[in-house]
Structure formats: C-alpha cells, structure tokens
C-alpha cells in the first residue's frame, strides 16, 4: 500500500485553496474595508462606519492628542480628525514611507485619513487610524 499523493491531488487541493483564500479576501475586504467618501458627503448614517476620507488640512492642533481639521474643494465643508497618541506611532511608520510624521503635517497638505466615523459631544469627527496619499 502506497503512502504517496498524486500530483493531480495536490493540484486539486491547490485549487480549492486558491479559491477558498480568494473569497476569505473578499469578505475580509468588504469587512474590514473603508468606504471612500468625500467630506460632504457625509451624514449621520454613516456615524460607526470606516471611512477613507480626503481633503485640504485647514487646520492642526497638537498635544497629547493631535486634532486636524479637513476641508473638502468642491463643497467648502470642514470635518474634524482626531489622531490619539496611542495611533502615532503606527501612522508616522506608514507616513516615513512619505519622509513624512504628523508632526511634519502643516496647513494646505492635501492628505486621506481612514478611520472611524463618530459622533462626541453632539459633533461628528473621524477617529484615525491611518493617513495616505500626501501632496502638496
């Protein structure tokens, strides 16, 4: 009695585990995914929802905790980002890719956050997690 596999085994197994890896990222994906959104767009559906947000930084403030302010171009309206110091560490390892931190981030950089979509204190704002796609 022979102990071996056959070649058409494994590439039957292969298969099937490509396609069940496929659908897992897929899922996964649609999941743990940010649904991209323009600032006025918006709205207090979207409150607890992952958003990827881009905009013009109208404003910083830093501390302990690092609050921005993004503007959207086209609709003039303005939405609070909240970056906890516990997250900027991990988003300046991200942002050193840029020769960028969020120390470094000034007025007018054109940037995208994702993050959580949240309501605090009857005001909406972004808890970020990640920052991308810096420019000028």
Do not use: W
Not at 21 to 45: H, Q, R, T, W
């Amino acid at each position: 009695m022979s102990s071996k596999i056959s070649p058409k085994t494994v590439q039957n197994y292969a298969i099937v585990l490509f396609f069940i890896g496929l659908v897992f990222m897929l899922f996964y994906n649609n999941i743990a995914g940010y649904k991209m959104k323009s600032v006025g767009e918006l709205s207090d559906d979207d409150v607890g929802s992952k958003l990827k947000v881009c905009g013009i930084v109208e404003s910083i403030k830093e501390g302990t905790t690092t609050f921005l302010e993004i503007g959207d171009e086209n609709s003039g309206d303005v939405i609070k980002c909240v970056i906890f110091q516990k997250d900027i560490n991990i988003i300046d390892l991200e942002l050193a890719d840029y020769n960028y931190s969020v120390s470094k981030l000034s007025e007018e950089n054109h940037l995208c956050v994702e993050g959580r979509y949240e309501e605090y204190n009857g005001e909406f704002e972004i808890i970020v997690k990640r920052i991308s796609e810096i420019g000028y």
